[in-house]
């Protein structure tokens, strides 16, 4: 019975940390526009940090530990926008030529089989050494 509790209670656990991540993803709008996402990135940068600093110090008081200072993080000077845009379209391009470029391939494929079928045919009478009018399979491509 303790063993379906705590199974119960983990499942919660991971479903609500699921649940809040979602809405404050979409609290934030970090899947709208890339301005958004940006400012959202610029405000973790500065509220993290403290953030963190002021837990650490929190807990050091609490249990009588010393933690050791962290180092700061890396600024970070990267184009985002840019970066997701391209992967973005990239991504769309590859996935609207698709349809042709199946068509493409499967022709050359049903091509390549048609060949490889006439050659096995030629093959055949010429194995065989049967001359009749239909050719050795029985069809008018070996004639």
Request: net charge positive; proline share 8%.
């Amino acid at each position: 019975m303790v063993s379906r509790v705590w199974s119960l209670m983990r499942f919660l656990i991971k479903g609500s940390v699921a649940g809040g991540a979602v809405y404050l993803v979409y609290d934030q709008e970090l899947l709208g526009p890339s301005d958004k996402s940006e400012a959202a990135l610029r405000k973790a940068e500065e509220v993290v940090p403290p953030a963190v600093y002021q837990f650490s110090q929190y807990v050091s008081q609490q249990t009588g530990l010393q933690i050791p200072q962290l180092p700061a993080p890396p600024k970070i000077n990267f184009p985002i926008r840019e970066s997701w845009n391209s992967g973005i379209i990239k991504v769309m391009s590859a996935l609207s030529a698709a349809p042709s470029k199946a068509r493409e391939y499967s022709r050359e494929g049903w091509e390549y089989l048609k060949e490889r079928t006439k050659l096995g045919c030629v093959l055949l009478a010429s194995v065989l050494k049967l001359h009749s009018p239909e050719g050795a399979c029985g069809q008018p491509c070996c004639a």
